[in-house]
């Protein structure tokens, strides 16, 4: 039905939006066997780890050799192409759980005027099983938002004749279970994201304040990363303190803390200030 009314209302194929998780390999999986013509589309978050580049890499090259058109989004905010180090000091404020500027522009962004399929599930969060359906017309009004759950939706007539611009949104998977998507994937041997294989549950931008204390597994993993936000958040203060504004932050490593949740007491010397401090006395002591 997605298929039948993207053709109609867009003139264009179904959309396949392939984050290199597992949900999107099972949906990715679902629509190619459906025989319906379908695009394939990432959003390039440039926060990724290397592994999932590579998977999504090669996923792309075999599907584009079985004449499955696949597209790489980069993300522009402002009208010029970003990254998430860039767009931190642009925003002056850490992305937070709150604060999710960085989905907004690294993810959803793109496909503006298709229909694309999504793996939003329910299990997933409370929130999703009260705000996402099967169908979804996705607008900046929450109140002209049109949520269907079921072919029968009293709903369908409008949400199909709707001429609000915008993106429409099939959830094909938003009733599985996470053993669902699990059991699929064996079944069918799928080949996944090689991070699931040495122990991650998510593949999201890596240090996403969504995934809690998991983030300073992922930075003892890939600490360039940690690097390179402490970068970022150093071009965010240099960009305040131009303009003449003031933060409780004094340091780039202040702000890192401060987005860990830490709760470090101010004054109270952290692993941060270490090599300062050892230099410090070792100068006092003559050591140096």
Known sequence: MASEMSLRLYGRP?????????????????????????????????????????????????????????????????????????????????????????????????????????????????????NRGVFENFVSDPSKKIILNNDNDENRRLFENCELKGKRICNPIVDWLDRDVWEYIRSERLEINPLYEVGFYRVGCLGCPMAGKNRWTEFRLFPTYQRAYIRAFGKMLDVIHSGGGKTKWRTPEDVFSWWMEEKTIEGQISLFDMPDWISDNE?????M
Request: with cysteine.
């Open 14 to 130: 179904l959309v396949v939006t392939d984050s290199g998780g597992k949900d999107s390999a099972v949906c990715r999986e679902i629509v190619r066997r459906s025989g319906i013509p379908f695009e394939i589309h990432h959003n390039l978050t440039t926060a990724d780890a290397p592994q999932t580049i590579y998977y999504v890499r090669n996923t792309f090259r075999k599907l584009e050799l079985e004449g499955v058109p696949c597209f790489v989004n980069y993300p522009i905010y402002k009208g010029q192409r970003v990254t998430m180090w860039t767009l931190i000091p642009m925003k002056k404020f850490p992305p937070t759980r709150l604060q999710r500027y960085c989905c907004q522009v690294l993810k959803e962004n793109s496909c503006r005027d298709r229909f694309i399929t999504t793996g939003v599930r329910w299990a997933e969060s409370v929130k999703r099983k009260n």
């Open 283 to 287: 100068k006092g002591a003559g050591i």
